[in-house]
């Protein structure tokens, strides 16, 4: 069973970086893609970004593209979100998963971590 750990968050002053991490630990075998997904107060989970592991394809939402980038690192079995010009919007527990697609939607992607917090202050 492949286990994904975040890593990363803190509090923020608007404008400012984060840079997150997502460690698994073992090889995804049998993992096309990992992706970025984040949880504000009383509000459904949404899908930030994805990349594959093979090709480094990536997909973001609307509402952060331009601001935040997604790599990894295969050797280190590490996905990055790396989030610039952060905003009191992005506040939200960020976490990752795994899929068998290049896909926005949560529902195919399992394997969640348990979240890091982001709090990004006005």
């Known amino acids: 069973q492949v286990q994904l750990v975040e890593s990363g968050g803190g509090l923020v002053q608007a404008g400012g970086s984060l840079r997150l991490s997502c460690a698994a630990s073992?090889?995804?075998?049998?993992?096309?893609?990992m992706g970025w997904f984040r949880q504000a107060p009383g509000k459904e989970r949404e899908f930030v970004g994805t990349?594959?592991?093979?090709?480094?394809?990536?997909r973001y939402a609307d509402s952060v593209k331009g601001r935040f980038t997604i790599s990894r690192d295969n050797a280190k079995n590490t996905v990055y979100l790396q989030m610039n010009s952060l905003k009191p919007d992005d506040t939200a527990v960020y976490y990752c998963?795994?899929?068998?697609?290049?896909?926005?939607?949560?529902?195919?992607?399992?394997?969640w971590g348990q979240g890091t917090q982001v709090t990004v202050s006005s």
């Open positions: 998963a795994r899929s068998q697609y290049l896909s926005d939607d949560q529902e195919r992607f399992s394997n």
């Open positions: 990349i594959t592991w093979i090709g480094g394809n990536t």
């Open positions: 073992k090889r995804t075998f049998g993992s096309y893609a």
